[in-house]
């Protein structure tokens, strides 16, 4: 079914049969069967003081993307796509629509850049909102092609932010400075290793609300990579059973050599510690969508607990704690 009538038309969705996802009002949507469960946004900042000066000619250049790049930005968005979780898949279509099909009103616009050798071959790309956040002037992505050092490329990265941001309040007339510039691309990209010295303030994602309509067959859904994860941890080949409660309801794992041969829903019995593991209300999402590790979760919540040694390794193994990195469609 499509996305009930009562959301917001200015949240942003993702949504597939499986998984439905909202962007928008603090705490409203949990009402709805929503939990905050998949990172969003978030990113580092610079000063402008801290951005290197050229010692002469730029080593690489910025140029607007043109329809004839898609083919480059597609292959190279699939590869930086492989370090999160969960990513938007973006067809050719897509970056067709990113590039040149938007109204230049739309307020999700995003300025997507190419970034060139002095040869003139492409080195990686980068996009930005059309402009500054405040004194700020922000990537909003940023990738580069295997083998290039994200060193050699950033300086002149930054140097293009400060331009640009410059340019933009000169613009709009504002009486004010650009004073930042910032890579906003989650808890974790590569630039972030590569400048650290450079990038002293943090801002921490914020988070997407997740519903799962049906639990057991989204896991069965995913249960091959959950599988992949198991074959290559300490508990490869392992068998077993896991009961997890939810306190009004519950689900049940059971593997055989490593593979899932049941996923199923299980009634716990009224005891609170009954089965192997306890989510208090929805929290075992922020699990399954590797936004919170299963110690923060115990760490945060006195009702989620885990019995005996082996259960929170298989479920460590099973649900690592990972960055995601989502630029919807809206």
Known sequence: ???????????????????????????????????????????????????????????????????????????????????????????????????????????????????????????????????????????????????????????????????????????????????????????????YEVIPDKLPKTRDPYAWFLRVPDLPKFIQHVAPQLEKRLSASPLAGHSGELKLTFYRKGLRLVLEEGRFAAVEEWKPEPDRNSGDAGFPGLTFLQLVFGYRSLAELKFAFADCWTKGDQTPVLLDMLFPKMPSSVWPLS
């Open 1 to 191: 079914p499509p996305p009930p009538a009562y959301l917001s038309s200015a949240a942003s969705f993702v949504y597939t049969r499986l998984v439905l996802g909202i962007t928008g009002f603090p705490y409203f949507y949990r009402l709805f069967g929503y939990e905050m469960g998949l990172e969003r946004g978030g990113g580092k900042v610079g000063f402008i003081q801290q951005i290197p000066k050229t010692d002469g000619e730029e080593h690489c250049t910025l140029r607007l993307a043109t329809d004839d790049d898609i083919p480059f930005l597609f292959e190279l968005y699939l590869h930086g796509s492989q370090r999160y979780l969960v990513s938007c898949v973006r067809d050719e279509q897509t970056w067709r629509y990113e590039i040149s099909g938007r109204s230049p009103k739309n307020v999700n616009n995003s300025v997507i850049k190419i970034i060139e050798s002095v040869s003139g071959g492409p080195l990686g790309f980068i996009t930005h909102p059309p402009y500054c956040w405040g004194g700020m002037m922000a990537a909003t992505s940023y990738e580069i092609k295997p083998g290039v050092s994200w060193a050699s490329v950033t300086p002149a990265v930054m140097r293009h932010l400060e331009s640009t941001g410059t340019g933009y309040l000169a613009e709009s007339g504002k009486d004010q400075a650009l004073d930042t510039f910032g890579f906003w691309m989650g808890s974790q990209h590569p630039v």
